[in-house]
């Protein structure tokens, strides 16, 4: 495993701001989109290593149907389109917590003799 994909594998915030940095640098040279696949063959990231990069970018790469973008280079659409992508996970993410809560509290009162 060469030095860069020992850094990539980091599990270190640090490792995340330099796969960001480097998605950065791909997607300002693009100009346009990049898949999963394509950062896969050109800098060797995992699914996992990009959404560390895009996390880590604190907004300055969006995710979409076309893959990742610098959003700068964004449009409008785009930026709303993965917000709305965001708050669809929330959204289903809140109603799972809801139901795990609520069978939790059953099985945990079942337990307890209650």
């Known amino acids: ?3 860069v994909q020992q850094e990539l594998f980091k599990p270190t915030k640090q490792a995340g701001r330099f796969i ?29 290593a990009c959404r560390a990069g895009r996390k880590a970018s604190h907004g300055r790469i969006i995710c979409g149907r076309g893959g990742f973008r610098w959003r700068d280079t964004a449009t409008l659409e785009e930026v709303r389109d993965c917000i709305k992508f965001f708050e669809a996970i929330m959204r289903d993410a809140a109603q799972e917590i809801k139901v ?14 209650r």
């Open 20 to 48: 960001a940095q480097r998605m950065i640098a791909a997607l300002k040279s693009n100009g346009g989109w990049i898949t999963r696949k394509e950062f896969k063959a050109t800098l060797g990231l995992t699914p996992r």
């Open 1 to 3: 495993m060469s030095a």
């Open 100 to 113: 795990y809560s609520e069978k939790s509290h059953k099985s945990i009162h079942v337990k307890e003799g």
